[in-house]
């Protein structure tokens, strides 16, 4: 084939990961070796996920269903909460604080780099810990991709 493609490594099998969290679930619908990473995420009404900042990831995130709130610092430092708009995205650099809150059960989508580096939780409703590369690789609970 020209251009050097190898038809061998095409696929046309659907790929979708679901991943069971405290607040609701993610499915991933991009294979682990991916070169970016995109989720769909439900979070059920009154539900939040971890106050945090990852070290390494960027990510983009676009509410597609219900109602929620995003946490965001902004460049003084500070954070501060805003009520997510349908179909727009929110962009979030390492470094930056965030958090999404459900006010009715919510859907949104996040694209993201992979999952490398660390998840630093400030806050989080179930206790998780700072979650590492290393703590990733080995975890089979089911809150692992930093959420």
């Known amino acids: 084939m020209a251009g050097g493609f190898d038809p061998k490594k095409f696929s046309i099998t659907p790929f979708q990961k679901r991943v069971e969290k405290p607040w609701g679930y ?7 070796d991916a070169p ?27 509410l597609i269903n219900g109602e929620g709130n995003i946490t965001l610092s902004n460049d003084h430092d500070e954070t501060v909460e805003i009520p997510m708009e349908l179909y727009k995205g929110y962009h979030v650099t390492p470094g930056q ?13 996040e694209a993201s ?9 400030l806050q989080d409703d179930n206790n998780r810990p700072t979650e590492t590369e290393a703590l990733r690789k080995e975890d089979n609970r089911g809150w692992k991709n930093g959420t």
């Open 26 to 32: 993610e499915i991933i619908y991009t294979p682990d």
């Open 113 to 121: 780099t992979p999952e490398l580096g660390n998840t630093f939780r």
């Open 36 to 62: 970016a990473t995109g989720k769909i995420l439900h979070v059920n009404a009154g539900k939040r996920l971890s106050l945090q900042y990852h070290d390494v990831k960027r990510e983009t995130l676009c």
């Open 97 to 109: 604080v965030h958090r999404v809150t459900a006010v009715t059960d919510m859907d949104f989508i």
